[in-house]
């Protein structure tokens, strides 16, 4: 018999035709394998139990990097012509195939880039079928060299035979290369002279003589500095106008990792997965770190090498470092080599690159763990523009827009949502102009022309202005914290109703003041607000989240009415300013309204003392979540009062423990259990009247993982079924997907099951 088989998926530029050749070759079938732009299509002819063992073999046994999502097969006329060859792709066709994401380097990739008598020893790009650049180098689909950045690199004789070898490991692998043919590594000084000799040995030479390198990686520009060296971290930090924000590392092997922090089972697995993100680590109190790593925090983030180059750089150097964004702070990161050139000369003092061409930016993951389950806080490289189910069918093509921090864009088609990689903030032009340019390239990567467009319904953030602005397309408004709960249903397959509790920042509510703190009874479709933190003037707007103190001010102001109790530092601290923000606050202009959970975390720190202003967003609740002291269980009270949640308890709790004294991470701890046991009561109060007994948390406030961990243990506790994030953040980067996921369900014409 004959069956055409259609595979899709992720199945392009993963091994998979080389994969279909062998397993047609060990089954004696004969045929032809090709791409095309919905997937790969398949003629498989012979006996009938082998064919059906082919059919089988591709959907339970697929190559290391293939995700198999469908194997359509029907019976087509035989022909009698033997053997099996590779066909030309095919290109007409609505493009339906998915790209892989970029993939750390594997094991047998490693073994020829270290061995002295490899052709590949030392070269920086070797790769195969199984690993390598993939997402930041595609322009187009179908996935071949041509559609890619390494289409300006002629294949030497020997690659070539490799490449058109069935039984290679890159036989089709797109990237292949070699030092005769493939890219080429240099160092340059920020003045722009070539220097002499090895790159990577001079790089690393420049690294321990304490100087700033930026290196081009997967998705653009790193700064790298020896992690032990204060005066080359500080440099790094100074030059890069990042005050406070935490540096990740980059640490050789799992046994330089273990020397900087704890690693459990599930962090290993993670932090070696082909992904290999940073990942969020308890780091040692004596970690060979210096201060201004991660100056205050206890925990630091840590990643191993993910490419040739990383592999040798950290080898050569034989210690940790390290390697942060190429960028200035609230800029993306620099991946052309002339804007970085132009970017990144006041930063680094010497540029590690080459001259294979990125055409994505892609920044790296972020995540921690919890539970034995992963917790995204920056979902990029290794992850995007990998799929995620929708759950159910998207009548029209959807374009979320997203939020305005920690931006991504959503597109929505059939059941698959395509979330887009980390944007950063839109807060600027350079930020602007690489999300448009990102939702462009999606677009035509998976021919995705969007007819609905959701947008979050603050009328001044650029995503909702972009939205606007497009013209012909339908727009659906979506409330933030309904985006944070449906993107939460979602990431767990789900579509409510749920309790949705969703704390973060601040999001544009429904009256027109800034929610943060919300109970919702919610499914994809629509939500109800039941409760609430108390709101409370922002003073000063915008000013009120770079200053904490104001929120303290505001705060004590509501709890005391208007005579804080005295001998508090946080009043002597800015008493200059006390009592103007106050009549800010008093008066109602420039002072909008919140029921930020965020903001209340920044009051805290503020009365405890840690932070009067911040560096970068988050920053004062951070450092509270640091400074918790774990094993204490003592709970600050507070009530519930006609869907208002008593925040005021909370502060007054606060301030009558610091007037006595009390250490400040007995303070934050109180104030966490006391946090958790006021929202829990408030589900408790939904569950009673409204008969719902699942909840789902999100927003960015629950990135921090002692609240999480402790309010998931006190639900579950209390009988009630737990949904949280696993594979896109709780914060602002999964609101995309909570809009394409809102607006797509409201088209369903049966709820999402």
């Known amino acids: 018999m004959r069956a ?46 082998h064919v059906a063992e082919f059919v089988r073999a591709l959907r339970e046994r697929p190559p290391p990097l293939a995700v198999v999502s469908g194997v359509a097969t029907e019976e087509v006329p035989a022909t009698g012509v033997g053997g099996f060859r590779i066909a030309p792709s095919e290109a007409g066709g609505r493009r339906e195939a998915l790209v892989s994401a970029d993939t750390a380097t594997c094991e047998d990739c490693l073994r020829e880039v270290f061995d002295p008598a490899d052709r590949r020893h030392r070269y920086p790009f070797t790769n195969c079928t199984n690993c390598g650049p993939r997402f930041t180098i595609v322009v187009d689909v179908p996935y071949d060299r041509v559609a890619t950045t390494m289409a300006g690199f002629a294949m030497c004789e020997q690659c070539a035979a490799e490449y058109h070898d069935p039984a290679d490991r890159r036989f089709h692998a797109q990237p292949t290369c070699c030092p005769a043919c493939g890219p080429a590594l240099r160092l340059f000084t920020a003045s722009g002279e070539a220097a002499p000799g090895d790159p990577l040995v001079a790089a690393a030479d420049w690294l321990r003589a304490g100087k700033v390198v930026a290196v081009k990686g997967l998705g653009g520009y790193h700064l790298a500095a020896l992690a032990d060296c204060e005066p080359a971290v500080a440099a790094v930090r100074t030059r890069k106008h990042r005050e406070d924000k935490p540096f990740a590392v980059m640490a050789r092997d799992l046994a330089a990792v273990r020397r900087l922090a704890r690693l459990d089972d599930a962090e290993q697995r993670v932090l070696t997965s082909r992904r290999r993100p940073i990942v ?27 490419t040739p180059l990383h592999h040798l750089l950290a080898a050569e150097l034989a210690a940790p470092f390290v390697l942060t964004s190429g960028n200035l702070s609230d800029e993306p990161i620099a991946y052309v080599d002339e804007e970085a050139a132009r970017r990144l000369t006041p930063i680094a003092d010497a540029f590690l690159t080459h001259d294979r061409p990125i055409h994505i930016r892609a920044d790296d993951s972020v995540v921690r763990v919890l539970g034995g389950r992963e917790l995204p806080v920056r979902r990029s490289r290794g992850y995007a523009p990998e799929p995620l189910p929708l759950g159910f069918e998207a009548r029209r093509p959807v374009l979320g827009c997203g939020a305005e921090l920690k931006s991504t864009f959503c597109l929505a088609t059939g059941r698959r949502a395509f979330l887009s990689h980390h944007i950063g903030d839109l807060e600027n032009y350079e930020t602007l102009r690489s999300y448009t340019e990102g ?28 939205a606007v602005e497009l013209d012909d397309m339908e727009l659906v408004g979506v409330q933030h914290h309904h985006a944070h709960i449906a993107s939460c249903l979602a990431d767990n397959g789900e579509a409510g109703p749920v309790i949705g509790i969703a704390c973060d920042g601040l999001g544009y509510g429904l009256d027109g003041t800034m929610w943060g703190g919300e109970i919702l009874a919610a499914d994809l479709r629509g939500f109800r607000r039941l409760a609430h933190l108390q709101p409370v003037p922002m003073p000063g707007g915008a000013a009120a989240i770079r200053e904490p103190w104001r929120m303290a001010a505001a705060w004590l102001d509501v709890a005391y009415d208007g005579k804080p109790p005295a001998g508090l530092d946080v009043v002597a601290r800015n008493a200059a300013r006390w009592d103007a923000v106050t009549a800010v606050a008093h008066s109602g202009v420039g002072a909008p309204v919140t029921s930020s959970a965020g903001r209340l975390f920044d009051a805290v720190a503020a009365l405890v003392g840690l932070r009067d202003r911040v560096n970068y967003e988050g920053q004062a609740a951070i450092e509270l979540e640091q400074r918790v002291e774990l094993s204490e269980t003592g ?24 007037r006595r004294g009390v250490d400040a991470g007995l303070v934050a701890a109180r ?61 602002d980067a999964g609101i995309s997907l909570g809009q394409v996921a809102v607006a797509a369900a409201r088209e369903a014409p049966d709820p999402p099951a």
Not at 639 to 657: F, I, P
Request: hydrophobic fraction near 45%.
């Open 439 to 466: 939702v462009r390239h999606y677009r035509r990567l998976f021919d995705v022309e969007p007819v609905v467009v959701a947008h979050d319904l603050h009328p001044e953030y650029l995503s909702t202005k972009y």
């Open 4 to 49: 055409r088989i259609h595979v899709t998926g992720i199945v392009q530029g993963v091994g998979f035709r080389p994969f279909v050749h062998g397993l047609a070759g060990e089954l004696g079938l004969s045929g032809f394998v090709g791409n095309d732009t919905t997937g790969v299509v398949v003629e498989v002819e012979g006996a009938q139990v």
């Open 635 to 658: 709970c600050y009270a507070a009530g519930v009062d006609g869907g208002v949640l008593g925040g005021v308890d909370l502060v007054r709790a606060v301030v009558d423990d610091v």
């Open 671 to 731: 104030f966490h259990n006391g946090l958790v046991e006021l929202l829990a009561r408030a589900a408790e109060g939904v569950r009673a009247e409204h008969g719902l007994a699942t909840v789902a948390l999100s927003g960015g406030v629950f990135q921090n993982l002692v609240l999480l961990e402790r309010l998931s243990a006190r639900l579950a506790a209390a009988g009630f079924r737990v949904l949280t994030h696993s594979r896109v953040p709780p914060n």
């Open 280 to 306: 969020l680590l308890a780091r040692h109190p004596d970690a060979p770190l210096a201060p201004s790593v991660a100056p205050g925090n206890r925990s630091i983030g840590v990643m191993l090498p993910y």
